[in-house]
């Protein structure tokens, strides 16, 4: 199946920018995905990008999506406390999802 | 604001004991998916039902899970009986097939098996 890479942890000052880095393999994924999870909650989806784009902005965030390298990007600018959670990257195949391990972004003051 | 909602949030129960996990897709989403998180596998895909059709059930242990859409407004997601092994949080997502396969997930049963 389709294996998606995460590095696991991200510590960023409050105020900083944050960069999530996401890894997959299968190149046909039509949409990618990313999804924040707080402690005690489902998933819940920031963005998605298609895989024709490289680039989406949507207020803090920016996605960035390098097809060649298969390479997706989360970017969140000023970041705040209420950013810390697990971020997921996910990518689709058909109508299933495959999602990354996570990575859980503190945010410090 | 519309949610996929799932009941119970919580559940403890004894080895050996039925399970049933409830979940309402929104309203108007055709697809509907129960997935099973833990700290050692991450998300694992249980289950897939497409208009009420289970399209996909390979993730699920078959010797004592079941899922069924008994109508377009309720899946279950059942095990029995269960074991200490099926503590994980369940989660059921629902969305529509033909759009961008985008899933909207619930806010999870925590199951703990003693």
């Known amino acids: 199946g389709e294996d998606v890479e995460q590095s696991l942890f991200l510590s960023v000052r409050e105020g900083d920018s944050s960069v999530i880095n996401c890894t997959y393999t299968?190149?046909?994924?039509?949409?990618l995905y990313w999804y924040k999870q707080e402690p005690g909650a489902g998933l819940q989806l920031l963005t998605y990008?298609?895989?024709?784009?490289d680039m989406k902005q949507d207020q803090r965030l920016t996605v960035l999506l390098n097809k060649k390298d298969k390479h997706l990007s989360l970017r969140i600018a000023d970041t705040q406390t209420g950013d810390s959670a697990i971020y997921f990257c996910?990518?689709?195949?058909?109508?299933?999802?495959?999602f990354g391990a996570g990575t859980t972004v503190t945010v410090r003051a | 604001d519309a949610r996929v909602t799932q009941t119970p949030r919580h559940k403890v129960t004894e080895m050996g004991q039925e399970v049933t996990m409830r979940c309402q897709p929104i309203?108007?989403?055709?697809?509907v998916f129960w997935y099973r998180q833990t700290m050692m596998q991450g998300l694992e895909l249980l289950a897939y039902?497409?208009?009420?059709?289970?399209?996909?059930d390979s993730g699920m242990p078959k010797d004592r899970f079941s899922a069924e859409m008994p109508d377009a407004t309720l899946a279950t997601l059942k095990i029995q009986p269960s074991e200490p092994r099926d503590s994980a949080v369940y989660f059921c997502?629902?969305?529509?097939?033909?759009?961008?396969?985008?899933?909207?997930f619930g806010p999870g049963t925590r199951l703990t098996v003693l």
């Open positions: 996910a990518c689709s195949n058909d109508y299933k999802l495959s």
């Open positions: 299968d190149s046909s994924s039509t949409y």
């Open positions: 039902f497409r208009n009420r059709a289970p399209l996909d």
């Open positions: 997502a629902s969305g529509r097939s033909g759009s961008t396969d985008t899933q909207y």
């Open positions: 309203l108007g989403h055709n697809t």
């Open positions: 990008i298609f895989s024709n784009m």
